[in-house]
């Protein structure tokens, strides 16, 4: 109702009948928009109804089957996306006719297919602005989750665990796709730059339920963690910036991580003084929302200069709850953000899904095999490039080696970030994405069991309490 | 990023500049769609880092000055758009030239007009579904407040005085709009239904501030505030559906009338089944987000029902409100939807306020001066229409009849939600918009300090300890 120009009652006499012009495209458009404002509202409403089933009935499945929730969103989408049922589809793959939520509107509004196009392009470009704001909040919350001076706490070995553990997986993987697969430098480079990611949501949340978080291992872990997302948003940065300007150019490289970096802790350094400031805003507003509204404009003005100063908008939410994460509302802040987070980042990780096209995966089609052997490849080093950091630590004796490896493994939302970007952009292409996301699926998969394995080499007593039955929340 | 179409990087390399293609513009605007999407993002990170500002300035300048902080934000956005700075303006009412925030997209893009333009329209489309979702947060936050059962306890009482509230300023309202001022029927009835709201929302929380929620006449006001919450619903949705079909037709208002109340009571009816549901739904989640995902399928659903039995999605939202009302997680469900209401919210009232021209108040212009006039007249109206409420009460010796009368003054919200439904859908015009406008500020202005006045002719000790200093939270 909202959108209805404010120009007298004649639009609503209109009804359904559109004016047939042909040599006046501009004001039918307009007409088109005024009559489609309420189906597309109807649309937003039933699109955001399905999202949220198929996320939350993924997640349900997933955590029953001791799996991480965010793996059945990823499934819920693909689901109800364009590898089945085509309930949410985009305008930029797919028609209004291929759309199940457009053949319901057309059930109730009988529009015409003119009105049904700009309908279904208008709700596409609705949706995806609420799985950016989606991914923007997730990022700020891993800012929030991460936290500056538990890194300084564990020290260097986290540094070493990170850095190896970023490294290793990007240089190898880049490398053997360039050179065994003949892959393209920049899809190759965007793969290897999926590779690096660790999730520090699932690694605590894995470590937590083992009971190990407060461990000599699970401080390194996190630690790392920590330090790991810092560095695979810089790379995530680089990588998009070579994406946009489509060469490998070094001074470019550098220039990103320079930029990124400059940003990341310019921002953060700043930010210390916000962080003050902030806890006086917050004291001295009297109405309702005296937190997260000025949270919020903070989250979302450093997105916008994320994005404004050609970087990512996702980079500008992490440094933004980095900085937020060092203030007194720290607590509270986490407490009034996790409802927004658990509405809007499903809708990414449904996105994401819905967007995949598992057809590439099917063997039968010749081109496909190469995809899957690429992604054997990558789930290959994924796993070994993480395995490894457990071994580089020094001056730990009698440390778990393999549990701090197999912590790293898990790739989660932040590898699907670099796998929803990537693909999105037409970055990488479809086969190479659905590997990417293998990899991310296989990584989470095989970690939570692995991690307790190798924790169970070396029992202690207080784990054996929490040990029984392991579950995902 | 995410929008960027999946089939190469053509797209990418062409940059900023746009094919100069005459009579092909299909493909023209497929381009233009694909080079705006990041921009869109930096457009709407930018208006809604405005309207955050302006909503959370007028709300806390409102709260120092003792106003309610919703009249803050209303004018707040009245500063920010159509009336002051052009900030945050729409494409139903301006061009992409006149929008402070497409001045600044311009600055960091040089974009060329047509993708100006394109990213104008897509920006105000979602800021308008943002607003959409606010204001069906906002009626389900009001149906969460809102409680069946303390109904039942206040009794007879409370329904006549919200009866008596609804039908005399409504027949009242319409009647000298359409004898004295010769409005046609379907603008005064609409301006008659806007005065027959009563904000629960202000009304309770000045009685929290004066210490008389528990009193026998807060308790009145507010049993009487959630009775006419859903009958001014219910006159909402017959107005709405007698502006869509343009005519005034009895059959027709009776169908509404019915429609309504079937929806709204059968909704309850079929939810109480829900809400014991719920709780189990709730209780068998074990992911995160197990309360507040559900709650917003079961919302958004009903939300999506209202509008495609065309009727209202807020009246769907108001009814889910009531439903969750009704189980045992609604202490904690209200502390989920704070903080997404929080962020939604806002957006409407800034929008309703960006929209308001008050240029058509200008006396100087000769046609205004009716404006004027008819706003004193609803002013007068919707004061005196509501003061005789209080003395309806019976069988009540010794109560507080003109506190009873001034509880019901405030309209807040709901009246704002009226003006801006009214307004956005062309149904009434500037002049009666502002006027309704006006009057929804003056009378929720004046309740506060009037109530206070009111209840100090019947004083209680236990509301002298909180009584010293009331203030607006």
Redesign the interface.
Known sequence: ?????????S???IGHHLPEVLFA?RPLLAVV??ES??I???G???S??VI??A??IG??IA??WNLP?VLGELVGGVVVGLSAFHAIV????ASAADSGVMLVLQA?YHMSPAVASSVF??Q???I??L???G??ILLFEIGLESDLRQLKAVGVQAVVVACVGVAVPFAAGTAGLMVIFAVPA?PAIFAGAALTATSIGITSKVLSELGQLQSKEGQIIVGAAVIDDVLGIIVLAVV?SL??T?TVDVSNVIFSIVGASIFLSGSILLGSFFSKGFTLIVES?????NV???A??FV??M??LG??IHL??ILGAFAAGLVLDDTDERNELDK?????A??LV?IFFI?VGA?TDLNVLNPAIPENKSGLIVAIFLIFIAIVGKLITGWVVFGQPGINRLAIGVGMIPRGEVGLVFA??G?????ID?PLQVAIILMVIVTTFLAPPFLRIAFDRFPNPDSQLNNSLP???
């Not at 109702?1 to 009652?9: A, E, I, K, T, V």
């Not at 985009?90 to 793959?93: K, Q």
């Not at 507003?285 to 929302?289: D, E, M, Q, W």
């Not at 693909?423 to 970055?427: E, F, L, M, Q, R």
């Open positions: 109702m909202l959108l209805l120009p404010s120009n007298g009652l639009v609503v006499a495209p928009e005024a404002t309420p597309l509202l109807t937003v409403l039933l955001l109804v949220y089933l996320s939350k997640g349900e955590s029953r929730p985009f305008a930029d793959n109730i392009e208008s596409s470009e609705v995806s602005i799985a950016e704001l991914v923007i920049i998009t994406a946009k489509g507003l009297k109405t309702r929302g997260v509204i000025p919020f404009i979302y003005f997105a916008f994005n404004a990512e908008a009034l953000v996790k409802p927004v658990d509405l499903p996105s967007r929803g970007i693909a999105a952009s037409g970055t479809k579950k995902f929340k």
